[in-house]
Every structure is written in structure tokens, then in C-alpha cells.
């Protein structure tokens, strides 16, 4: 069983090579909000997103004998992996879907990682298991690996020794490790803050598996959000227990609220983000939030989005997610 002390073991660990990213306010944010509304920047992580403090801790953690590191992964957390195992000197192959963006595989290949790509996340698991198993090397979960969830813990250590009187925090959530590590280290420093989960609903799979109280399987479908995509495992071991047990709430967003919070994000604040991280900013101008009470903050969760995809969204231009048309918009606040 997880807990603070392993995170504070996990901030001792990581701090060679995951840093400590600044916390800013939205000055337009915290108008929406009536409550001053702040920024947690995991995308300035040098893998651009807060998945090398989870991927840092594991591989500080591996047995001196491994012989390489394996992981599925829908690209930041393969990216962060490849990076942590390069700079010890430890092999590592990264199992993707074909919808992973190729800026996130191409950023794979260039730390010397093996790739292998694959159908959809989840036969990117199975093969990932199989490589385990053939190969003798260890599988590092993207979520619902102890090492994984309280490396990104230290977010949540980082934001209430920053600012202690937080009410709220909004956590993207895929398969649960950010926000399981989040909220454990926040509830048990301060048991009154609010914790939320947020996603697409493409294909929410923690937020049905919650409701569910076991993993229910989700098809993946091209999202803007493409790193909440996939299913949390029919095995999971750790983060649905976490997450059922921390969190208060957990919110949909739609396509169109991610697109206008993409250009919210960089009209107003001028910072470039993927999908994945404005889920928080998308559900409060939806008008989708609770009441707040006091401070907020949002995790600002990884910056590697295609430059192409990000450009025709600031200019309002139709974008095809699949079988979904998401018709342009030009930005207006
Ligand atoms: C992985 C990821 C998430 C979600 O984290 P989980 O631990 O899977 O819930 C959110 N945003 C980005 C950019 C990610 O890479």
C-alpha cells in the first residue's frame, strides 16, 4: 500500500532528472472562475510532460541486474522512459498504438529506444507483457505501477508546499496515475482539498471503471486528448483503488470544449499545451465545475502536441478526428 512516505522517497530520487516546475495564475482563468485559478507547468519537464517523474522513479528503482525496460504507452510516458533508461545506460522498447502522434514517437526514436507499433493501446499492452515475458526485462506501467504513481505524486507535494491553501485541484485523468498520486499526497497533507478527475468522454475508461468498481473496457477513438486514450487494464492493481478511494468527483468534456480551451490556453496565456492538459480548463468554461470555494490549480500536463494540429486550431480551422468533423471556430473569449 502506497503512501506520503513513498512520495517523499520518490522526490529525493527523481531530482536529478525531473524538475520543479513553476505554479502561475491565469489572470483570465481566475475571472471565469471568480477564484484565483492557477497553472501547475508539467509541460516545461524537459520530456515535455510530468510522465518522466514516474518513469525517473522507476527506473531509479530498478534492480541493479535488469536487463531493460518495457512499457505500452500512448507516447509521453515511452518518451520519459526511453529518457530516464537512456541516462542510465539501460535499454528500453516502447509499445504504441498507430494513433500515437508521430511527434511522439519520432521524439522516442531519437533517445534510442526500440519501438514497436501496433494496432490499437491496448495490443500495445499485450505486446508489451509478451516482450516481458520472452525477454526477461521489467514492464513499466504508465499508471498502475507504485514507483509510476508516487513519482507523479510529487506534483501533489510541490503544489500545497507552494501554496497550502489550495481548495481544488483539477487532474486529467487516463489510467489514473497522476491523479491517484495526486490525490493521495494532497488528501493526507490536507484532507479537506477537492480533488477531480477530468476526461474526453471518447472513451472514458477510469471514469466508467469508477462508477463500475472494476476496469471496464473502452474502444479508443482519435481524440485532441489523445493521451487520456485507452483502457486502465483488466488487471489493474493499484490506480482504480486509488482512484475510487481519493477522488470526489469526475467530469466529461467534449471534443469542442477541448478545442476552444486549446485556444483559450494560448490567446489569454499565451502557452502552447496538447489536448490532454486543458480538460480542466475546458470543463470550467464549459460551465461545467462544482462551485469553488477558494484557489484552484490545474495541471498543465504535457506540451507535445503536432505543431500542425496546434496552428490549424489557433486559426479556427475544421479539424477530422476520424469519423468526427469538429467544425472551426475562431477564438473569442
Ligand atoms: C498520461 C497523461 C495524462 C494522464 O495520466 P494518467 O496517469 O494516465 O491518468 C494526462 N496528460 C498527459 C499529457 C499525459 O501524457
Redesign the pocket.
Known amino acids: 500500500m502506497l503512501s506520503l512516505a513513498d512520495i517523499f522517497d520518490a522526490r529525493r530520487r527523481i531530482a536529478g532528472l525531473a524538475i520543479e516546475t513553476p505554479l502561475i495564475p491565469s489572470p483570465h482563468l481566475s475571472r471565469v472562475a471568480g477564484q484565483e485559478f492557477l497553472l501547475k507547468l508539467?509541460?516545461a519537464q524537459p520530456t515535455g510532460?510530468?510522465?518522466l517523474r514516474?518513469a525517473a522513479n522507476a527506473v531509479a528503482s530498478l534492480p541493479a541486474t535488469a536487463p531493460g525496460v518495457v512499457c505500452a504507452?500512448?507516447?509521453?510516458?515511452g518518451r520519459a522512459l526511453a529518457y530516464a533508461a537512456q541516462a542510465r545506460g539501460v535499454p528500453a522498447t516502447i509499445c504504441m498504438s498507430r494513433l500515437v502522434p508521430a511527434v511522439k514517437r519520432d521524439a522516442i526514436a531519437a533517445l534510442g529506444a526500440e519501438i514497436r507499433t501496433l494496432d490499437t493501446q491496448d495490443d500495445a499492452e499485450i505486446e508489451a507483457a509478451r516482450i516481458a515475458a520472452a525477454e526477461g526485462v521489467l514492464e513499466i506501467s504508465?499508471?498502475d505501477d507504485p514507483q509510476?504513481?508516487a513519482g507523479?505524486g510529487t506534483i501533489g507535494l510541490e503544489l500545497l508546499s507552494a501554496r497550502p491553501d489550495l481548495e481544488t485541484l483539477l487532474?486529467?485523468?487516463?489510467?489514473?496515475?497522476?491523479?491517484?498520486?495526486i490525490a493521495l499526497a494532497a488528501k493526507t497533507i490536507k484532507p479537506s482539498i477537492r480533488v477531480i478527475?477530468l476526461?474526453m468522454d471518447r472513451g472514458p475508461a477510469?471514469h466508467l471503471s469508477m462508477t463500475a468498481g472494476h476496469p471496464v473496457p473502452v474502444v479508443e477513438l482519435p481524440s485532441l486528448?489523445d493521451?487520456?486514450g485507452g483502457s486502465?487494464g483488466t488487471t489493474n492493481r493499484h490506480?482504480l483503488d486509488l482512484c475510487r478511494r481519493y477522488l470526489d468527483d469526475s467530469i466529461l468534456v467534449t471534443e469542442a470544449e477541448i478545442y476552444h480551451a486549446l485556444q483559450a490556453l494560448y490567446h489569454e496565456d499565451r502557452l502552447v499545451?496538447?489536448g490532454?492538459?486543458v480538460?480542466g480548463i475546458a470543463a470550467l468554461l464549459a460551465g461545467k465545475l462544482p462551485a469553488l470555494n477558494g484557489p484552484v490549480a490545474t495541471?498543465l500536463?504535457?506540451?507535445?502536441i503536432d505543431p500542425k494540429r496546434h496552428a490549424a486550431i489557433m486559426r479556427g480551422e475544421t479539424i477530422r478526428l476520424g469519423d468526427l468533423v469538429l467544425e472551426g471556430v475562431p477564438y473569442a473569449a
Open positions: 508539467e509541460l510532460a510530468f510522465k514516474g504507452s500512448t507516447g509521453n510516458h504508465a499508471f509510476v504513481i507523479q487532474i486529467p485523468l487516463s489510467g489514473g496515475g497522476l491523479a491517484g498520486g478527475g476526461t477510469m486528448a493521451a487520456l486502465i490506480s499545451a496538447e490532454s492538459c480538460v495541471i500536463t504535457g506540451r507535445n
